[in-house]
């Protein structure tokens, strides 16, 4: 079993950055976010490794996010940079052993409670 609580959403503007974080309790499996913005479907956002040597993106943030992690401290971090307002969102971290490869799994198995992300215009 995993737990995940996920923090650090928040309001930014325009450009501006913001890192949130996943705190996971339980066995280490690959992690991963996701997003949902009110009226619209699920989205896949990134995924990394158990051990953090492989990390995925979806097309509308390559470049402007970074996922990582730290097994130390159970932690999984999205730094988002250059955020646009269509990143606005509630943001889901997801524990899955199969988020290590492609394709990702549209429903991993564990999931946080989410954070919310508002990027003002």
């Known amino acids: 079993q995993v737990q995940l609580g996920e923090s650090g959403g928040g309001l930014v503007e325009t450009g501006g950055s913001l890192r949130i974080s996943c705190a996971a309790s339980?066995?280490?499996?690959?992690m991963g976010w996701f997003r949902q913005a009110p009226g619209k479907e699920r989205e896949f956002v990134a995924a990394?490794?158990?051990?953090?040597?492989?990390?995925y993106y979806g097309d509308s943030v390559k470049g402007r996010f970074t996922i990582s992690r730290d097994n130390a401290k159970n932690t999984v971090y999205l730094q988002m940079n250059s955020l646009k307002p269509e990143d606005t969102a509630i943001y889901y971290c997801a524990g899955d052993p199969s988020l290590s490869v492609l394709p990702v799994p549209a429903s991993p198995q564990f999931w946080g409670q989410g954070t919310p992300v508002t990027v003002s215009s």
């Open positions: 990394i490794s158990w051990r953090g040597r492989g990390t």
């Open positions: 339980g066995r280490t499996v690959a």
